[in-house]
């Protein structure tokens, strides 16, 4: 059973710092892609960043001041969240396009986190 859990949100101050965690666990080949999506109230979930092999990507409203790296070694990826606006005010999702082996097959599979408040007070 792959599950992804998410800590780490809270209520913060504008101009605040907050980092959230989001570990992999469960019988995982390999991480293809992890990432951050964000729903704020009334409004559709969007991106926030992803990270793979080959770097990071990062929606335009939080270039510069959110980061998001990756521990390999325990399925893990972190959103380091600085400049913290009232707009960033959302629930965040962890993201991970994962490969499994099931029915002795190799395949890709999405899988996402329960979600985690962050709330910015200005």
């Known amino acids: 059973q792959v599950q992804l859990v998410e800590s780490g949100g809270g209520l913060v101050q504008a101009g605040g710092s907050l980092r959230l965690s989001c570990a992999a666990s469960g019988s995982i080949v390999s991480v293809n892609v992890m990432g951050w999506y964000r729903q704020a109230p009334g409004k559709q979930r969007e991106l926030v960043g992803t990270?793979?092999?080959?770097?990071?990507n990062y929606a335009d409203s939080v270039k510069g001041r959110f980061t998001i790296s990756r521990d390999n070694a325990k399925n893990t990826v972190y959103l380091q969240m600085n400049s913290l606006k009232p707009e960033d005010t959302a629930v965040y999702y962890c993201?991970?396009?994962?490969?499994?082996?099931?029915?002795?097959?190799?395949?890709?599979?999405?899988?996402w986190g329960q979600g985690t408040q962050v709330t910015v007070s200005s």
């Open positions: 993201y991970a396009n994962l490969r499994l082996l099931r029915t002795m097959m190799l395949g890709d599979y999405d899988y």
């Open positions: 990270i793979t092999s080959g770097g990071t």
